[in-house]
């Protein structure tokens, strides 16, 4: 995401001990940064939070996609 949510990415880093922050980085005319959460971060700490949250009922793209990464990767 564009720069301007590096707040965002920093709470998202203090609430989920173990993600990662990565960037700036600079693409064309873009600046950005990358925020992440892999094994057993993913599936200790963040599944649990998007579980509980009605992601459906905010974007149902985003929820049949997660849907889909949870089936595909047997979590």
Same mark, same amino acid.
């Given at each position: 995401?564009?720069?301007?949510?590096?707040?965002?990415?920093? &709470?998202?880093?203090? %609430? +989920? #001990?173990?993600?990662?922050?990565?960037?700036?980085?600079?693409? @064309?005319?873009?600046?950005?940064?990358?925020?992440?959460?892999?094994?057993?971060? &993913?599936?200790?700490? %963040? +599944? #649990?939070?998007?579980?509980?949250?009605?992601?459906?009922?905010? @974007?149902?793209?985003?929820?049949?996609?997660?849907?889909?990464?949870?089936?595909?990767?047997?979590?």
């Amino acid at each position: 995401m564009h720069v301007r949510h590096e707040a965002l990415f920093r &709470l998202l880093v203090g %609430l +989920i #001990p173990g993600s990662k922050l990565y960037g700036p980085y600079h693409h @064309d005319k873009r600046t950005y940064y990358q925020w992440m959460a892999r094994g057993a971060v &993913l599936r200790e700490q %963040l +599944i #649990p939070i998007l579980d509980r949250v009605f992601i459906e009922s905010i @974007d149902s793209y985003a929820h049949g996609r997660y849907l889909e990464m949870k089936r595909k990767y047997n979590l």
